[in-house]
């Protein structure tokens, strides 16, 4: 049950049975729509092409979170260094702040883990807002902020493997 809380306070509640699964190269219409609301005007920003999501869905790193074969969320992971990076995560503009995204942390962590990586990373730029999501996921922020293209990007790290 993903309970949403719009104007006026009232809430809406809806049941969403979601499914995360490997997408394919069919499914790059659909991470596009969603990626696109991660764009930031930029040199170079790559991460809603539909030549670079190509890319990734064929390495497999691109994941779908949908509901009755409708696209609700997205994630790209990315082997680096020993570290799995989350590389793309956003969810469907309508269904932000429902549940999606947390769900879609929890498959990579989950992936992180049978995988054997003992850290799971991400970025994401200052604009978007999301620090706290990050946080709120078990994330903590690295020293050193990273810039790409004139535009900081916090840089996080989640433990998902502890030492015994």
């Given at each position: 049950?993903?309970?949403?809380?719009?104007?006026?306070?009232?809430?809406?509640?809806?049941?969403?049975?979601?499914?995360?699964?490997?997408?394919?190269?069919?499914?790059?219409?659909?991470?596009?729509?969603?990626?696109?609301?991660?764009?930031?005007?930029?040199?170079?920003?790559?991460?809603?092409?539909?030549?670079?999501?190509?890319?990734?869905?064929?390495?497999?790193?691109?994941?779908?979170?949908e509901?009755?074969?409708?696209?609700?969320?997205?994630?790209?992971?990315r082997?680096?260094?020993?570290?799995?990076?989350?590389?793309?995560?956003?969810?469907?503009?309508?269904?932000?702040?429902?549940?999606?995204?947390?769900?879609?942390?929890?498959?990579?962590?989950q992936?992180?883990?049978?995988?054997?990586?003992?850290?799971?990373?991400?970025?994401?730029?200052?604009?978007?807002?999301?620090?706290?999501?990050?946080?709120?996921?078990?994330?903590?922020?690295?020293?050193?902020?990273?810039?790409?293209?004139?535009?900081?990007?916090?840089?996080?790290?989640?433990?998902?493997?502890?030492?015994?």
């Amino acid at each position: 049950m993903i309970i949403l809380k719009p104007n006026r306070g009232r809430e809406l509640r809806i049941n969403i049975m979601i499914n995360i699964r490997l997408a394919n190269l069919e499914d790059v219409k659909s991470i596009k729509q969603i990626a696109d609301l991660l764009y930031i005007e930029m040199p170079d920003f790559v991460w809603n092409t539909e030549e670079f999501i190509e890319k990734q869905v064929e390495k497999g790193e691109y994941y779908l979170a949908e509901e009755g074969g409708k696209a609700l969320g997205i994630i790209s992971l990315r082997e680096r260094n020993k570290m799995l990076f989350i590389e793309t995560l956003a969810v469907a503009r309508a269904i932000q702040s429902s549940g999606i995204g947390k769900k879609l942390v929890e498959f990579a962590k989950q992936f992180a883990r049978e995988n054997n990586f003992k850290v799971l990373r991400t970025t994401s730029f200052y604009e978007y807002g999301v620090k706290d999501f990050w946080i709120k996921q078990g994330f903590r922020l690295l020293d050193e902020p990273g810039e790409y293209k004139g535009h900081k990007f916090f840089r996080l790290e989640c433990i998902v493997i502890h030492n015994s």
